[in-house]
């Protein structure tokens, strides 16, 4: 993980029937100041309205926008196929706004579990609890686990070095962002 915020808004995805979502973003002038959006998209109008709202914020604010999206490791059979049915309702999203193949990141969940919440081989309740409690102590109030879950890729990925090479050397030195600063 990186030592500091990306300048960069990112759209984290937790794709299941039910999907949490977030944006997290650091505004220019604010750099110690995280912004968050975050809902549960279970129709194309709500994936809608979060890639929309996601690259309203980055135009506005002049940043790209990165997806984060969550993948399932050794998951076999018809709940894969269904994730991923529910992953290629998304892809479909971004693809009508020309989100570069190259901007979206796919993690596991082992991988951000462990870099957000510093846990490892939990079961799904006890991870989603642990994210809930993260949750809060980020936002200050309750979300739903999908939310939850959401928001803590999203912090993920503010400090992924997949989020950086995602953007490449040249943007970033564009944004003014180094390792360094």
């Given at each position: 993980m990186l030592a500091r915020d990306i300048p960069c808004v990112i759209l984290a995805v937790d794709p299941a029937a039910t999907?949490?979502?977030?944006?997290?973003?650091?505004l220019p002038h604010e750099p110690h100041l995280r912004t968050w959006s975050?809902?549960?998209?279970?129709?194309?109008?709500?994936r809608?309205?979060?890639?929309?709202?996601?690259?309203?914020?980055?135009?506005t604010i002049g940043r790209p926008l990165v997806v984060v999206a969550e993948t399932w490791p050794g998951l076999r059979g018809s709940a894969l196929a269904g994730l991923g049915a529910q992953w290629g309702r998304w892809?479909?999203?971004?693809?009508r706004l020309d989100v570069p193949e190259r901007r979206i990141v796919r993690v596991d969940t082992g991988t951000w579990r462990k870099t957000v919440l510093g846990i490892t081989r939990q079961s799904g309740d006890a991870s989603k609890r642990a994210a809930m409690l993260r949750a809060r102590?980020?936002?200050g109030h309750d979300v739903t686990a999908d939310e939850?879950?959401?928001l803590c890729?999203?912090?993920?990925?503010?400090?992924?070095?997949?989020?950086a090479a995602a953007l490449g050397r040249r943007e970033l030195k564009r944004l003014g962002?180094?390792?360094e600063a």
């Amino acid at each position: 993980m990186l030592a500091r915020d990306i300048p960069c808004v990112i759209l984290a995805v937790d794709p299941a029937a039910t999907s949490g979502w977030a944006l997290t973003y650091v505004l220019p002038h604010e750099p110690h100041l995280r912004t968050w959006s975050h809902g549960v998209a279970e129709t194309w109008q709500n994936r809608s309205f979060a890639v929309d709202q996601a690259d309203v914020i980055a135009s506005t604010i002049g940043r790209p926008l990165v997806v984060v999206a969550e993948t399932w490791p050794g998951l076999r059979g018809s709940a894969l196929a269904g994730l991923g049915a529910q992953w290629g309702r998304w892809l479909a999203e971004l693809e009508r706004l020309d989100v570069p193949e190259r901007r979206i990141v796919r993690v596991d969940t082992g991988t951000w579990r462990k870099t957000v919440l510093g846990i490892t081989r939990q079961s799904g309740d006890a991870s989603k609890r642990a994210a809930m409690l993260r949750a809060r102590a980020v936002l200050g109030h309750d979300v739903t686990a999908d939310e939850a879950e959401a928001l803590c890729i999203g912090l993920f990925g503010l400090r992924s070095e997949r989020v950086a090479a995602a953007l490449g050397r040249r943007e970033l030195k564009r944004l003014g962002w180094s390792e360094e600063a």
